[in-house]
């Protein structure tokens, strides 16, 4: 983290070194408007243009990986579902309820490993 935050102060010095020595102004042709601003200005405004569409492009990655990742988990709950918990809070016949460990198919207990949220 620390690495970064230099990283960062680094790159912030040579933009505003940048800036300082590229005060000149330039003519700027857009479509059908033209004006005049200066060329460091024009590079800084590009580069926060480009800083915010790479952050919304990470953002909207993130979010997609949450979606798939919250749809992975219920279709695994929807699985344990179909087949059985390890554990049972269910009343039995005799009307106790059952909270000891189900058996597994072979007769031994259910140990498989279960995942925590977090």
Not at 39 to 44: G, K
Request: with cysteine.
């Amino acid at each position: 983290m620390q690495f970064l935050a230099i990283l960062m102060l680094v790159f912030a010095v040579l933009v505003a070194t940048f800036a300082v020595q590229n005060a000149y102004p330039v003519t700027i042709y857009f479509l059908k408007w033209q004006f005049e601003a200066s060329f460091a200005l024009v590079i800084l405004l590009c580069l926060l243009i480009g800083a915010v569409a790479v952050g919304s492009l990470g953002l909207v990655h993130q979010a997609t990986n949450r979606l798939k990742a919250r749809n992975q988990n219920r279709e695994k709950e929807e699985k344990t579902g179909e087949t059985g918990d390890a554990f049972t809070d269910k009343p039995d016949d005799a009307g106790t309820v059952n909270t000891e460990a189900k058996e597994n198919v072979a007769g031994g207990v259910d140990d498989s490993p279960q995942e925590v949220e977090g």
